[in-house]
């Protein structure tokens, strides 16, 4: 597994990260305490480091974070933890008065995910999106107190707008705080948006991307296609909306171009977004460890300059 450096920093993570919003999930492998750890050891033994959690995942919220901090009992140390704040965990953290961006909150809510983890530090501590009550300011400094204090090692961002990107950048270089590290984005071959303003904006603020739904909601697992009833309990069974607005002709085009370089569909999207240059790690989730190990080797493909003109084609890249 290849690691790299997260922004401009010391941070170092695998290209591959696990995205572990399905710890706890209802129905599925991951829901038990023995399910969660099989994810999360076969995560570490591919080479996978970051495992990206947040507080208001699981059912009731914490609970995934809970899982995450009991499969890495004896394993922390080969672990970098990302979990994130600003959700309303409805009361779970303590009242947060609608200030989730508060130096009060952020204090509580840090160590209420030390707790549920099990562990005296966060690697990377993600403002999950904003709370536009607080002052940008505020929620930097209180950041990098903590920081300061030992409990979180680095900051991120997540669904940020390019000029809030570049609003956090700007302020903490004025403010003489810490630089954030990361940004955690939608991004996919069929969700290109982020390259227009976002990508820039952290390039200019030394700040890797982080994209989350690699596989488009799972219509780049090669499980669906056009006009077929999905499988009995796959994550799209039900969701005819979703199935039926897809852009089925792009699809089909990705799922013959994986084909003709005998790649899976899964293989052609995670590894394209790893070999784009301002990508730190594609946070892919997984509810088994086969397609835990799938997805890790996914990283190994790396896409020629023929191929990515060839993807270009199929999904046009967004331009500024």
């Not at 609608?98 to 130096?103: D, K, L, N, P, Q």
């Not at 536009?132 to 903590?146: F, I, Q, R, V, Y």
């Not at 899964?266 to 394209?272: K, M, P, R």
């Not at 790893?274 to 790690?281: D, L, N």
Request: aromatic share 6%; glycine share 10%; net charge neutral.
């Amino acid at each position: 597994m290849e690691l790299r450096h997260l922004g401009e920093s010391g941070l170092v993570v695998s290209a591959v990260g696990l995205g572990c919003n399905n710890l706890g999930r209802p129905g599925t492998a991951a829901e038990s305490l023995a399910g969660s750890r099989a994810l999360v050891h076969t995560a570490l033994d591919a080479g996978v480091t970051l495992f990206d959690v947040a507080d208001v995942y699981g059912a009731p919220r914490g609970r995934s974070e809970e899982l995450l901090g009991q499969a890495l009992s004896g394993r922390r140390d080969h672990a970098v933890i990302a979990t994130k704040f600003g959700v309303d965990m409805q009361g779970a953290n303590g009242p947060d008065f609608g200030a989730r961006g508060s130096r009060r909150y952020l204090r509580q809510a840090a160590e209420a995910s030390l707790r549920r983890l099990g562990t005296d530090w966060i690697d990377l501590y993600q403002l999950h999106r904003p709370d536009p009550g607080t002052p940008l300011a505020e929620t930097l400094s209180a950041l990098d107190d903590l920081v300061r204090d030992g409990l979180v090692r680095y900051a991120g961002v997540c669904n940020l707008a390019a000029w809030q990107i570049a609003d956090v950048g700007w302020t903490a270089r004025t403010e003489r705080l810490r630089p954030l590290v990361s940004s955690q984005n939608h991004y996919s071959l069929l969700e290109r948006e982020t390259e227009r303003e976002v990508l820039p904006a952290c390039a200019k603020f030394g700040m890797s991307v982080l994209p989350y739904f690699p596989l488009a909601n799972g219509l780049l697992t090669g499980k669906y296609a056009r006009d077929v009833e999905p499988p009995q309990g796959s994550r799209l069974a039900g969701r005819q909306r979703l199935l039926a607005d897809a852009p089925w002709d792009r699809i089909e085009k990705l799922r013959a171009f994986a084909e003709e370089r005998g790649i899976t569909m899964a293989t052609l999207a995670i590894g394209w977004l790893a070999a784009q240059p301002a990508v730190g790690s594609v946070i892919a989730g997984a509810t088994a460890p086969e397609q835990v190990l799938e997805n890790a080797r996914a990283a190994r493909w790396r896409p020629t300059a023929e191929d990515l003109a060839a993807i270009d084609e199929i999904c046009p890249p967004m331009r500024r």
